[in-house]
């Protein structure tokens, strides 16, 4: 449940309060009527961007893969211990401080999306940067980058879609696009995600 806080409220309101609401408020956004974790995402690596670049683009990534059905929590770290049946899909994001070997030319991320369990994604998150220029044009790329991703991993596939989230090459119209609102799956990148999720998910539902 959300209680509404008006502007005109805040200034009364001892701080303490306000953080609670903010910190209910961020839990609903990670786990919306309680519904279990479809993916969890551990990120680690020694290129990561600053933490408002990366969790803000986290937050991003997030709302973009709510709206294609998949309800994601984000975890610092290396995951711990195995999962049993039915428990969410693992992915884990590492930032790469170096450009690695396996990475082609202007890549800025790249997933292993037949890989099993704990399945990789690779982020170098400098080039990233290079492209944006800036921070906040950063934190919008790096959340689509994120997403697709993750898009390949759940997909099981390395097809792109002509447009949104999955295209294969994004143009600096896309970043711009992307600054102002975040792009979308098409409706066939959301079918295969889900068929996708329901093979890793087995039978939970
Ligand atoms: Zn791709």
Redesign the pocket.
């Known amino acids: 449940m959300e209680v509404p806080v008006y502007p005109a409220q805040i200034g009364a309101m001892k701080p303490s309060i306000l953080l609670a609401g903010l910190l209910a408020a961020s839990a609903n956004t990670q786990a919306r009527d309680s519904k279990p974790a479809d993916i969890i995402v551990y990120v680690t690596g020694d290129g990561a961007p600053s933490g408002p670049v990366d969790y803000g683009a986290r937050g991003t990534a997030t709302s973009i893969l709510a709206r294609a059905g998949v309800n994601v929590l984000w975890r610092d770290g290396e995951p711990k211990g195995g999962s049993g049946p039915g428990s969410a899909v693992v992915i884990r994001v590492r930032f790469s401080g170096k450009i690695p070997e396996q990475a082609s030319r202007e890549a800025a991320a790249?997933?292993l999306p037949f890989g099993g369990e704990g399945t990789a994604i690779t982020v170098m998150y400098e080039r990233i940067f290079a492209v944006a220029g800036r921070a906040s044009r950063a934190r919008a790329i790096l959340a689509h980058v994120l997403a697709?991703?993750i898009?390949?991993v759940l997909q099981r596939t390395?097809q792109?879609a002509a447009k949104g989230v999955?295209k294969?090459h994004w143009t600096g119209r896309d970043y711009d696009a992307m600054e102002r609102k975040p792009l979308t799956f098409t409706l066939e990148d959301v079918e295969l995600i889900r068929l996708g999720l329901a093979g890793r998910l087995g039978s939970r539902e």
């Open positions: 790249y997933a697709h991703e898009g390949h390395n792109h999955m294969a």
